[in-house]
Structure formats: C-alpha cells, structure tokens
C-alpha cells in the first residue's frame, strides 16, 4: 500500500451538499484532494440525493460527474461482495460498510474517510478516520 491514498464513504459526499458549512468545508477540501471512491458510494449518494436531498435527475449526474472527474472510481465485484461479508462478520458491521471497506483494501487505500464507522479502527492497513471529530 502506498503511504497515503484516501477512500472516501458516501457521508462525506453528502456533507459536500449540506448545509453544515464546516462539515462541506471539510468535505470539500477532502474531495478536491481528490482520492477514490466506489461505485457502491456513487449509487448511495445517488439514493441520498433524491429521496433526501431534492436533487434532480439533472443534479446528479452534474454532481456525480465532478466526482468521478477529480477521484478514482473502483468498481464493486463479486470478490469485493465475499470480503465485505467476511469483515461484516469478523467486525460486527453492516454488509455496506464490509463492501465499502474492501473495495478501499483493494484499492490500496490506506484511510478510510467516514463519519459513520468507527474512528481510528485499523484493519489489514486502512485506518478509519472521522474527519469531522476532533483529532
């Protein structure tokens, strides 16, 4: 793994949205980093968007696009399902967050930016960090 490649969870592209400014700030400055993220998170947002948000069809795919121009889009396959399952079961998760967690293993991440998992839980070389909590 590299010394430092973020993943980041579908929170923080929804916090880019709200209406929390030091939230959107923080988010915002995380994802112009730019970083990766998986297909998994662009379909959460996408769900979050709509039956949350507002966003239209429209909106969307204009702010899914700006993701995917400035992050890198890993895809989510049956072995990263089997791996999700495996640390859902071994870390006492929710399948999503196993299936998020392994596609930023296989993506050769080394921190896992989320505010809905556990903060400072290291596994197999990915920490997760809470970027809105006090380090």
């Not at 793994?1 to 923080?26: C, E, H």
């Not at 379909?43 to 890198?72: M, P, Q």
């Not at 895809?75 to 079961?89: F, K, M, N, S, W």
């Not at 505010?115 to 070389?125: C, Q, R, S, T």
Request: with cysteine; proline share 4%.
């Amino acid at each position: 793994m590299s010394d430092f490649k973020p993943f980041f969870d579908t929170n923080i592209l929804v916090y880019l949205t709200a209406g929390d400014p030091a939230r959107s700030s923080a988010a915002r400055a995380l994802l112009t980093a730019g970083g990766t993220v998986s297909v998994q998170v662009l379909n959460e947002f996408t769900s979050v968007a709509r039956r949350k948000l507002g966003f239209s069809w429209d909106e969307v795919r204009e702010f899914i696009g700006t993701i995917c121009s400035n992050n890198e889009v890993v895809p989510i396959t049956l072995e990263t399902h089997v791996r999700g399952r495996e640390l859902a079961g071994q870390y006492q998760l929710n399948i999503f967050d196993g299936v998020i967690i392994a596609a930023a293993q296989f993506a050769d991440c080394t921190i896992l930016y989320s505010e809905d998992m556990h903060d400072g839980l290291a596994i197999d070389g990915l920490t997760i960090r809470n970027p809105f909590a006090p380090h």
